[in-house]
């Protein structure tokens, strides 16, 4: 009887060894995010973390995702807690048809007009001081402008980031949550892009 | 007949075990998520829509790790809000602490 329970036990924690989570491996699907040119986001239900770096402060990034409905989705824009990015505050907003016309001092802020029919939601920085966040798959740590949940509507949405005062440094958009395991692509071949 | 604990000392031990490994199992959808998701469901009456809030719902994506239900919940406080910009007409309100 005894060795029967054993059995049991052993086997409870090996089933659940099996199935704990691994936390190492949760983690945005991380890419390259390019100045110029635009980033197809083919599967929005997915989380992603897009890295860019403002070469100059004219840079304008472009992101375009087509959710078949409409879809809610946790975005932010993080930047490496370092010292000489103190002052840089990349901003984005979400830009397609169905989306509220931007106010005046929001459009004022858009780095290019809104293409004809479409709307936008601007990003803000809820904190001045901003609040700090450790990133747990590159392991370090970011200012963020603090995760937002969005509506946007079904159709082609185009996500705009551009550095409002021109300062430059890297960046991360961020969608969605670390919310699976999720294939880290490239990443570690790629460290220097990703982590600084 | 079910086995007394007392005389199997592995089973307390198994137990405690399987305790501690579904500590970190997940979390429950909070109370922000719950307010924002609501909150869609009455813009999408308002608009005949069905968004897509499949990450926020309680078996959804955001529950998987306490740092993932962290981040939802912080997004679904600052998402009711820009809600209401989006739609002046949306009554809903906060989840937490205004």
Redesign the interface.
């Known amino acids: 009887?005894?060795r029967h329970?054993?059995k049991?036990?052993?086997g409870?924690?090996v089933t659940?060894?099996l199935?704990?989570?691994s936390?190492g491996a949760?983690a945005h699907l991380p890419n390259i995010f390019e100045a110029g040119e635009l980033l197809v986001i083919d599967d929005p239900?997915r989380s992603f973390a897009l890295y860019g770096e403002f070469e100059r402060p004219d840079d304008f990034f472009e992101a375009r995702m087509t959710?078949a409905?409409?879809?809610?989705?946790?975005v932010?824009i993080l930047v490496p807690g370092r010292d000489e990015l103190v002052d840089h505050r990349p901003l984005f907003a979400i830009v397609g048809p169905g989306?509220?016309v931007p106010s005046a001092a929001e459009r004022a802020l858009l780095p290019r007009p809104l293409p004809e029919g479409a709307g936008a939601?601007v990003a803000r920085y809820?904190r001045e001081d901003r609040e700090v966040i450790f990133e747990?798959f590159t392991r370090r740590v970011f200012w963020t402008n603090?995760?937002?949940?969005?509506?946007v509507?079904?159709g082609e949405m185009r996500f705009w980031v551009w550095s409002p005062e021109g300062t430059t440094g890297k960046f991360v958009l961020g969608f969605?949550?670390?919310?699976?395991r999720q294939d880290p692509g490239d990443l570690l071949s790629n460290w220097g892009d990703y982590a600084y | 007949m079910g086995?007394p604990l007392s005389?199997?000392p592995?089973?307390p031990?198994?137990a405690t075990?399987?305790a501690l490994?579904c500590a970190?199992?997940?979390a429950e959808q909070g109370p922000e998520?719950k307010a924002?998701v609501s909150c869609?469901g009455e813009?999408?009456v308002l608009h005949g829509?069905?968004?897509?809030?499949?990450?926020?719902l309680p078996e959804g994506?955001?529950w998987?790790?306490d740092?993932?239900a962290e981040?939802?919940e912080?997004?679904?406080r600052?998402?009711i809000p820009?809600?209401r910009?989006?739609e002046p007409q949306l009554s809903c309100q906060q989840g937490g602490v205004p």
């Open positions: 009887m005894r329970a054993t049991w036990a052993l409870a924690l659940g060894l199935l704990a989570p936390h949760l239900l959710p409905t409409p879809l809610a989705i946790p932010e989306l509220p939601i809820e747990s603090g995760p937002t949940a969005y509506v509507p079904a969605g949550v670390e919310e699976g | 086995l005389r199997h592995t089973w031990l198994a075990f399987w490994l970190s199992c997940g998520c924002f869609v813009l999408d829509t069905h968004t897509n809030v499949d990450r926020f994506a955001c998987g790790s740092k993932g981040v939802c912080s997004a679904c600052r998402g820009r809600l910009e989006q």
